[in-house]
C-alpha cells in the first residue's frame, strides 16, 4: 500500500483495499487485528499538499471532521471506531457498511427509469452534499 500507511495504523489495521482517493486522503478497506472488524480507515495524505499553509488546513479539517463524527450517535451515519496517527498524517477508523454504493442505488431507483426528462445523476447532483468522508459508506 502507500507510504502514508506506516507504524500505528499497520499495528492495529491489515489493509484490504483500496476504497476511493481524493485531493488529499485516501479510504481504504481494512480489518482491525485483534477484533478482526472491518472498518474503513481514512488517512490524510498531507504530502499532497504543496505548501505549509494547505498542510495546516487540511489537518485542521480532517480534525474536526474526527471531532464532528465522534459526537455523531445516530443510526444513519457511520461510527468513529479509532482515530490516531500513521507517522505524521493522521487517521480514522469508521464503522464499514457493505453493499452498494449509494450512486448505484440512485441510479437503480425505479423512479430513474422512467421516461423523465430528469437524468439520476442531475437528481442526484440537487441532493445535500454529506460531510465528506471520502468513499468508505457502502449502501
Same mark, same amino acid.
Given at each position: 500500500?502507500?507510504?502514508?500507511v ?7 489495521y ?6 476511493g ?5 485516501v479510504?481504504?478497506?481494512? $480489518?482491525? #487485528?485483534? +477484533?478482526?472488524?472491518?472498518?474503513? @480507515?481514512?488517512? !490524510? ?6 505548501? /505549509?499553509?494547505t498542510?495546516?488546513?487540511? $489537518?485542521? #479539517?480532517? +480534525?474536526?471532521?474526527?471531532?464532528? @463524527?465522534?459526537? !455523531? ?6 461510527? /468513529?471506531?479509532d ?6 498524517d ?12 449509494l ?6 431507483a ?12 442531475t ?11 471520502g ?5
Amino acid at each position: 500500500m502507500d507510504s502514508i500507511v506506516t507504524g500505528a495504523l499497520q499495528d492495529r489495521y491489515e489493509l484490504l483495499s483500496e476504497i476511493g482517493r481524493g485531493g488529499f486522503g485516501v479510504v481504504y478497506k481494512a $480489518r482491525q #487485528r485483534t +477484533t478482526q472488524q472491518l472498518v474503513a @480507515i481514512k488517512v !490524510l495524505d498531507l504530502a499532497a499538499a504543496s505548501d /505549509l499553509a494547505t498542510r495546516s488546513e487540511q $489537518r485542521n #479539517r480532517f +480534525t474536526r471532521e474526527m471531532e464532528l @463524527i465522534a459526537q !455523531l450517535t445516530s443510526p444513519h451515519v457511520v461510527r /468513529l471506531v479509532d482515530a490516531g496517527f500513521s507517522g505524521d498524517d493522521p487517521f480514522m477508523a469508521l464503522e464499514y457498511l457493505r453493499g452498494q454504493e449509494l450512486a448505484e442505488v440512485i441510479w437503480e431507483a425505479p423512479s430513474n427509469k422512467s421516461s423523465s426528462s430528469c437524468s439520476p445523476i442531475t437528481s442526484f447532483e440537487r441532493l445535500p452534499r454529506p460531510m465528506n468522508m471520502g468513499s468508505c459508506i457502502e449502501i
